[in-house]
C-alpha cells in the first residue's frame, strides 16, 4: 500500500517544497493541492520541472486535488467549470497523474432533490467526457455540510453516468460527518474508490458551524472517528490504490513541517497496516 501527501496538508509551504518534504518524510506519491499548483504555473512554472523532480525524488502523483464547484448550473457558471475541467484535466494528464477530485460546494443546495442530482449527473457526465480524451479519472468528494454528501447519492450518480472513469474518494471526516459508518463501504463497488482521504475531526456542537478549520483541527487519532474501523473497512473493500493523509489544522500548519510530515507519515502506516 502506497502513501500519499495531500498538499493542504502542507498548507504553507510552496508545491516544489512539498515535493522535497514529501520525499523527506517517506510517502510514496503526491496528492497535489491544485491551488499550489496554479499558484505555482501562474508565476512561471512549468508542469516539467514538477514531474522530474516528482521522479527523481522516486515518487509519483496519485492525484490532484481539485476541480472546484462542480454544482455550477446557470449557463454562464457551467460554460466557466467546463473550462476549468478542460485546463486541470490537461494539466493533471501532462504531470502524468491518473485522478482528479472533483469537489462540488453548496451552490446547488437549494435545488429540490431531484433537480440536484439532475446538475450533478450532467455536470459529472460532461466532465467524465473530457477526461476520456485524456485518460483521466475523477474522484467525487461528498462534502459533509452540502445537501450531496451521501454515498447513495454517489452511487446513483456513477450509476446515472454510466463512466469507468468516475469514482468516489473514502475521506473519513466527510464520511463521519454525512452520518455513514465503516460497514457502509461494503456496498461499493471497490472498483470505484479511486483515493482514500486519511483524516481526522469531530461534528459541529448544537450551533456551531461547519467550519473545518475548527472540526479538523487535531493530529489523526486525537478526533473522534473510528479510524480504526475506517481503515478496516479500506483494507476490506479490497481498495489498493494510495491513502492520503489529509490535514486540516490552522495550529499544525504552523509547526515546522519536516517535523509534523514525518509524523503524520508514521501515523498513517500504523493505522493502514493495523487499523
Request: glycine letters at 10%.
Amino acid at each position: 500500500m502506497r502513501t500519499a501527501l495531500h498538499g493542504i496538508t502542507s498548507f504553507h509551504s510552496n508545491l516544489l517544497t512539498d515535493i522535497r518534504l514529501a520525499h523527506e518524510a517517506g510517502f510514496d506519491d503526491m496528492e497535489i493541492f491544485y491551488p499550489k499548483l496554479a499558484r505555482y504555473l501562474a508565476c512561471g512554472g512549468a508542469i516539467d520541472t514538477v514531474r522530474g523532480m516528482v521522479r527523481d525524488a522516486g515518487m509519483g502523483i496519485s492525484h490532484v486535488s481539485a476541480l472546484d464547484h462542480i454544482e455550477r448550473h446557470d449557463a454562464t457558471g457551467r460554460a466557466a467549470l467546463m473550462e476549468e475541467a478542460v485546463k486541470i484535466t490537461r494539466e493533471a494528464h501532462d504531470l502524468g497523474a491518473r485522478t482528479v477530485m472533483v469537489l462540488p460546494r453548496k451552490g446547488a443546495d437549494h435545488l429540490p432533490e431531484s433537480a440536484l442530482m439532475d446538475v450533478m449527473v450532467q455536470n459529472i457526465a460532461s466532465i467524465a467526457a473530457i477526461g476520456g480524451d485524456w485518460g483521466v479519472r475523477y474522484m467525487i468528494e461528498l462534502p459533509a455540510f452540502t445537501r450531496f454528501r451521501t454515498l447513495t447519492q454517489a452511487k446513483e450518480v456513477i450509476a446515472r453516468v454510466g463512466a469507468p472513469n468516475v469514482g468516489v474518494v473514502v475521506d473519513f471526516w466527510h464520511f463521519h460527518g454525512s452520518g455513514a459508518v465503516p460497514a457502509d463501504l461494503d456496498s461499493l463497488d471497490p472498483a470505484r474508490i479511486f483515493g482514500v482521504h486519511f483524516c481526522d475531526g469531530r461534528l459541529p456542537r448544537p450551533g456551531e458551524a461547519w467550519d473545518e478549520t475548527v472540526l479538523r483541527d487535531c493530529m489523526p487519532g486525537e478526533g473522534e472517528i473510528d479510524l480504526a474501523g475506517w481503515c478496516d473497512a479500506v483494507r476490506r473493500s479490497g481498495y489498493v490504490g494510495p491513502w492520503s493523509v489529509e490535514l486540516i489544522s490552522p495550529a499544525l500548519w504552523e509547526c515546522d513541517p519536516a517535523f509534523l510530515l514525518p509524523r503524520l507519515q508514521g501515523v498513517l502506516r500504523d493505522h493502514m497496516t493495523t487499523g
